[in-house]
């Protein structure tokens, strides 16, 4: 996979956090459980983009 496909990925992740984030803030614990969620599987991914940058380099 390319790099600018992991990070679409991660933007499309995101955008559709973005309805889950609007509830939590209106006081719906499971959409912050799910907004938790989706932020570790953004952070996996942002890693696993470092490293084939990284890995590219070499």
Same mark, same amino acid.
């Given at each position: 996979m390319s790099v600018e496909a992991m990070l679409q990925d991660m933007i499309d992740q995101l955008t559709d956090a973005m309805?889950? %984030?609007a509830k939590?803030? $209106?006081g719906v614990n499971a959409a912050g459980t799910r907004v938790r969620k989706?932020?570790?599987s953004i952070k996996? %991914? %942002?890693?696993?983009?470092r $490293? $084939?940058?990284?890995n590219d380099r070499s």
């Open positions: 309805k889950d %984030a939590h803030d $209106k989706t932020m570790q996996s %991914a %942002a890693q696993d983009v $490293k $084939k940058v990284q």
